[in-house]
């Protein structure tokens, strides 16, 4: 019922920059957070940023300061702006969706299928 679909991955070179957007669908009623997650290739997927309902934000400090999260509300998107690229931040980023009045029966944490994002030195 409740689809993420990312996309903006791809190839950039070191210092580049690279945006990703994530649009939920299906039956969406309260969404609590909207954010992004990544995982390496060998390693455990970690939070990149969040972003909530109210607007507040939350940034892993390996990103802050070079990535920035929005969201549109009416468009139930949330956006990844990634600058300053390094070779470090090369990982499968995932699109999450967390609901305050998830279906019942279902969760209330959603995940996109990932988009692949690459940096080269």
């Known amino acids: 019922q409740v689809q993420l679909v990312e996309s903006g991955g791809g190839l950039v070179q070191a210092g580049g920059s690279l945006g990703l957007s994530c649009a939920a669908s299906g039956s969406i009623s309260s969404i609590k957070t909207m954010g992004w997650y990544r995982q390496a290739p060998g390693k455990q997927r970690e939070l990149v940023a969040t972003i909530s309902s109210s607007g507040s934000t939350n940034y892993a400090d390996a990103v802050k300061g070079r990535f920035t999260i929005s969201r549109d509300a009416a468009k139930k998107s949330v956006y990844l702006q990634m600058n300053s690229l390094k070779p470090e931040d090369t990982a499968v980023y995932y699109c999450?969706?967390?609901?305050?009045?998830?279906?019942?029966?279902?969760?209330?944490?959603?995940w996109g299928q990932g988009t692949q994002v690459t940096v080269s030195a």
């Open positions: 999450n969706l967390n609901l305050y009045f998830p279906a019942w029966g279902s969760p209330s944490d959603y």
